[in-house]
């Protein structure tokens, strides 16, 4: 087990741009989520699934972004027409079935950094 | 709804010295709260977590935090600290009973330790 791998680690990209990331979670965890951190702040909690089923959604997550989990496994996390404020590092996290955010541990990638000029 | 304040985004201590991360949180249900770490480069991994079992938590590396309801705190320390400890430290809550699903992180507090 390799835990949780996001990629590109890096992303630059010119404004207007659409850009995917990719999570691949721990591979017995049936939940996964996606945050954004920005400089000085923590992580903000943008969307999370079990198993192929997106189950919430933060008002954070403007129409330009959309996330899936076709098969439960991988997921993407995909922004529409990038503006200079979707500067950030994106975070994934999974969880194994009976645990997460109400209950126990996340585990975390290292995140793919996202910088739109 | 749940929030965590972390006071002083920046600590530093001296190599040997304790170590405190301040916490506090507001939660309108029963909380759970952890500390989470962040080095360099890497991803956040739990220090810690309180699930109401025991007021005094114990984690990984000698840290522990002690849970106080009636100052809605959640500290973290660590008797001596090393110069490994030197990273990002972020403080969260999450709702016990109901709520929705969304774990509340704080800005977090960088700490640097001095040879």
């Known amino acids: 087990d390799t835990g949780v791998s996001q990629d590109p680690r890096h992303k630059i990209t010119k404004r207007g741009q659409n850009v995917t990331f990719r999570c691949d979670p721990i591979s017995e965890h049936n939940r996964l989520y996606w945050y954004r951190q920005t400089l000085g702040q923590g992580p903000e909690f943008l969307t999370y699934f079990q198993n192929e089923a997106q189950l919430e959604k933060s008002r954070l997550l403007s129409d330009r972004f959309s996330a899936e989990r076709p098969k439960g496994s991988f997921s993407t996390l995909e922004i529409q027409r990038t503006e200079q404020g979707d500067s950030a590092m994106y975070l994934c996290?999974?969880?194994?079935?009976?645990?997460?955010?109400?209950?126990?541990?996340?585990?975390f990638g290292e995140g793919s950094r996202l910088t739109v000029l | 709804a749940q929030s965590v304040t972390q006071l002083g985004s920046h600590v530093s201590v001296s190599e040997g010295a304790l170590v405190l991360l301040r916490c506090n949180y507001s939660?309108?249900?029963?909380?759970?709260l952890f500390w989470y770490v962040q080095y360099p480069n890497q991803g956040l991994q739990l220090l810690l977590k309180y699930t109401s079992a025991a007021t005094l938590v114990k984690g990984i590396n000698g840290f522990e935090a002690e849970f106080k309801k009636s100052e809605t705190s959640f500290h973290l320390t660590k008797p001596s600290a090393h110069m490994s400890d030197a990273a990002e430290y972020f403080c969260?809550?999450?709702?016990?009973?109901?709520?929705?699903?969304?774990?509340?992180f704080g800005a977090g507090t960088r700490l640097t330790v001095k040879p």
């Open positions: 969260a809550v999450s709702p016990r009973l109901g709520g929705n699903n969304d774990m509340r």
């Open positions: 939660s309108s249900v029963p909380p759970y």
């Open positions: 996290a999974s969880s194994p079935k009976g645990q997460g955010l109400t209950t126990g541990e996340l585990f």
